[in-house]
Nanobody, 126 residues
Framework: QVQLVESGGGLVQAGGSLRLSCVAS????????MGWFRQAPGKEREFVGA????????YYEDSKKGRFTISRDNAKNTVYLQMSGLKPEDTAVYYC???????????????????WGQGTQVTVSS
């Protein structure tokens, strides 16, 4: 069982930046690919991006490229989502997720992930 705890959400003005963190309880954190998703009220959960276990490869939903950056520190069991140029439409609950059997072509599918955090709210004001 892996527990994931996100933090770093909050209220930010449009154009601002936030860095979300997700700490995992996994003993072998590097064996998990990590994904970030978000869900706005009344909408389906949306893929933001993912990072391989080693951190050597990242994958992004096309509209997030250039504004969002995912990184990880395996020594700290932590994955990060750096967000810049935030827009009101980025308002959502952001979730991190862990995948023990990562397949890049399936990175955007929530069902590919084994464990989920509780989410952290990001609100972007106009």
């Amino acid at each position: 069982q892996v527990q994931l705890v996100e933090s770093g959400g909050g209220l930010v003005q449009a154009g601002g930046s936030l860095r979300l963190s997700c700490v995992a309880s996994a003993r072998t954190f590097s064996s998990y690919a990590m994904g970030w998703f978000r869900q706005a009220p009344g909408k389906e959960r949306e893929f933001v991006g993912a990072i391989s276990g080693s951190g050597g490869r990242t994958y992004y939903e096309d509209s997030k490229k250039g504004r969002f950056t995912i990184s990880r520190d395996n020594a700290k069991n932590t994955v990060y989502l750096q967000m810049s140029g935030l827009k009101p439409e980025d308002t959502a609950v952001y979730y991190c997720a862990a995948d023990s059997s990562f397949i890049a072509s399936r990175a955007s599918r929530p069902r590919s992930y084994d464990y989920w955090g509780q989410g952290t709210q990001v609100t972007v004001s106009s």
